[in-house]
């Protein structure tokens, strides 16, 4: 079995096809490695939210004390 090309595809076509797949092949690989990073971005992102709420509530405790403390101040 004999493979014959068309006299009309050229190297350079061929050579262009080669080179838009190897650039869609490096693309692709860095997409997958972007996605990777935010996906380990938000694993993390529960430790974050649920420290965030502990915050909050300190806060807000620390807040309702110096009222009570200014309120007793002045009397």
Do not use: C
């Not at 997958?32 to 965030?52: K, M």
Request: hydrophobic share 50%; proline share 3%.
């Amino acid at each position: 079995m004999r493979v014959t090309i068309d006299p009309r595809i050229t190297f350079a076509l061929i050579l262009a096809l080669f080179l838009q797949t190897a650039g869609g092949l490096l693309w692709a690989g860095h997409a997958v490695a972007r996605l990777e990073e935010v996906e380990r971005a938000v694993a993390t992102q529960p430790e974050v939210s649920e420290r965030l709420a502990r915050l909050e509530e300190q806060l807000s405790e620390a807040r309702r004390s110096l009222a009570r403390i200014e309120e007793r101040l002045e009397r």
